[in-house]
């Protein structure tokens, strides 16, 4: 549940940058869909459905879903969601999901007998750290990353020390970032709160 609500907060204040980084897309508008299309009320609904208005005016929906251990039935659920984000909406629908912990199985495509399906995909052990450095919204994510122990610290002086952003949404991306933290090394997520526990605890995902 803890990383359920972390990605949920990164993702709030990252989503531009995840559409622009990940999936090429510049978007003119945002905006969060609440309910899931559905036939019955026992469907789980995806993570972080998107309404999408690019900047060239096409609209589209993009379903974030954020797994930490891959499996592979995941794969049929967001089939399900992505099927009935099409037949509701009319729009094409980018499946991405973002993976954080390594494996080998994690290829983008799921493929039986009589199903092929291809779907986008962010590995973040194979993303660089430096670049994550770049986008204080990904900061939640850095430590994920491919050297991102090394960086970590880097860039949670740069995000205590921003003044462009509020104390909450500040509170929220250290929470976040301490919990992901917690995924790669169990003692550098420690440190990280006893260091800025005053910071953390104006967040409701540190509550939580």
Same mark, same amino acid.
């Given at each position: 549940?803890?990383?359920?609500?972390?990605?949920?907060? /990164?993702?709030?204040? #990252?989503?531009?940058?995840?559409?622009?980084?990940?999936?090429?897309?510049?978007?003119? #508008?945002?905006?969060?869909?609440?309910?899931?299309?559905?036939?019955?009320?026992? %469907?789980?609904?995806?993570?972080?459905?998107?309404?999408?208005?690019?900047?060239?005016?096409?609209?589209?929906?993009?379903?974030?879903?954020?797994?930490?251990?891959?499996?592979?039935?995941?794969?049929?659920?967001?089939?399900?969601?992505?099927?009935?984000? +099409?037949?509701?909406?009319?729009?094409?629908?980018?499946?991405?999901?973002?993976?954080?912990?390594?494996?080998?199985?994690?290829?983008?495509?799921?493929?039986?007998?009589?199903?092929?399906?291809?779907?986008?995909?962010?590995?973040?052990?194979?993303?660089? /750290?430096?670049?994550?450095?770049?986008?204080? #919204?990904?900061?939640?994510?850095? /430590?994920?990353?491919?050297?991102?122990?090394?960086?970590? @610290?880097?860039? @949670?002086?740069?995000?205590? /020390?921003?003044?462009?952003?509020? +104390?909450?949404?500040?509170?929220?991306?250290?929470?976040?970032?301490?919990?992901?933290?917690? %995924?790669?090394?169990?003692?550098?997520?420690?440190?990280?709160?006893?260091?800025?526990?005053?910071? +953390?605890?104006?967040?409701?995902?540190?509550?939580?």
């Amino acid at each position: 549940m803890k990383y359920d609500i972390a990605a949920k907060v /990164a993702l709030d204040t #990252s989503k531009e940058e995840i559409l622009r980084r990940y999936l090429r897309i510049e978007p003119e #508008s945002i905006e969060f869909l609440e309910e899931l299309p559905q036939e019955t009320v026992s %469907l789980k609904r995806s993570d972080f459905p998107l309404h999408v208005r690019t900047k060239e005016g096409i609209e589209l929906i993009v379903l974030i879903e954020i797994q930490t251990v891959f499996e592979r039935k995941f794969a049929l659920r967001l089939i399900d969601y992505t099927v009935r984000y +099409m037949l509701k909406y009319e729009l094409e629908v980018i499946p991405l999901v973002s993976l954080l912990t390594p494996s080998d199985q994690a290829t983008g495509f799921y493929e039986s007998k009589f199903l092929t399906f291809r779907y986008e995909m962010v590995r973040f052990w194979e993303e660089p /750290a430096e670049e994550y450095l770049k986008e204080k #919204s990904l900061y939640p994510f850095i /430590a994920l990353t491919n050297g991102g122990e090394s960086v970590l @610290e880097e860039a @949670e002086r740069r995000l205590y /020390a921003n003044t462009e952003i509020s +104390m909450n949404t500040k509170a929220d991306l250290l929470t976040a970032m301490a919990i992901f933290t917690g %995924l790669k090394d169990a003692d550098l997520a420690q440190k990280l709160i006893e260091r800025r526990h005053d910071i +953390m605890i104006k967040s409701a995902a540190y509550e939580i």
